[in-house]
């Protein structure tokens, strides 16, 4: 018998398939640049311009980790509303609006999308900047210098590179670390940039008021939910990421299409 994924546990999947590559091109490449902007040959080991340069890299992913999450997390969340009964509650003053020629179309990215462009504009898709600035930023702050370092202990002399295998787990190490460190500011983002509210669901004014109220409703431990399943995801996603771009695959597909 042939085994299938639930599609429940598939919403969002295709957004991530179409924007995780171009975001971790953009965050990837950032990064090289001002390593090698801030540190003559790019291979010094100076921690203060590593971390500099990893903010670098945060700040120019959001370009397109922003709108990516936000489409992600409304098409997650839409089969909990249905199941809540609660297609219809009151949203936030700035949540989009499904028209009744759209209510009853089964949810897609490009849906969203259009709602959130007609009736926010640009900005609807940029809602929660602040706060994956505020995630981003830490976490590349951490990952990129602890990524360097680790993969800098399997550099060989013959070659002057890590093997693949050593460049991967090192990207999964770095992940990882990264990842449950920021945890508590994945949660405030996935609370802000949820714009449809169930039944007896607070609404954000914005970080520090989605703190407080997770903070005095829910307990410190709410801070920390899902980083068990964060580091399970980052992990192979940047040991994947970083073993292809050190081992250089991307820059011979260039090489080919010259």
């Not at 499904?98 to 898709?125: D, F, N, V, Y």
């Not at 990524?147 to 460049?167: C, R």
Request: charged share 15%; hydrophobic share 45%; net charge positive.
């Amino acid at each position: 018998m042939a085994l299938t994924c639930p599609r429940f546990l598939l919403p969002g999947a295709a957004v991530n398939l179409t924007l995780v590559t171009p975001e971790k091109a953009i965050k990837l490449a950032a990064n090289d640049f001002f390593r090698q902007l801030l540190m003559e040959d790019g291979m010094q080991r100076n921690l203060k311009m590593e971390m500099l340069a990893g903010c670098g890299a945060g700040i120019c992913q959001v370009v397109v980790t922003c709108p990516m999450e936000m489409l992600k997390i409304q098409l997650q969340d839409a089969g909990r509303l249905v199941r809540q009964g609660s297609a219809s509650a009151h949203s936030s003053s700035r949540s989009y609006t499904m028209g009744s020629a759209s209510a009853h179309k089964r949810p897609s990215a490009s849906l969203i999308a259009w709602e959130l462009l007609r009736t926010q504009g640009l900005a609807g898709l940029y809602k929660g900047l602040g706060a994956t600035l505020l995630r981003d930023i830490p976490f590349s702050i951490i990952y990129f210098p602890l990524f360097a370092n680790l993969n800098n202990l399997g550099v060989t002399e013959s070659t002057g590179k890590a093997s693949f295998a050593h460049s991967f787990m090192s990207g999964c190490a770095a992940g990882s670390v990264a990842a449950v460190a920021v945890t508590p500011l994945d949660v405030l983002k996935t609370r802000i940039q949820t714009l449809k509210k169930g039944l007896g669901e607070d609404s954000y004014s914005g970080i520090t008021d989605c703190a407080r109220k997770l903070w005095i409703q829910e307990g410190p431990s709410a801070l920390m939910k899902g980083a068990g399943c964060r580091a399970l995801v980052i992990a192979p996603l940047f040991g994947i990421a970083q073993g292809v771009y050190f081992v250089g695959i991307g820059e011979r597909i260039l090489k080919c299409c010259e």
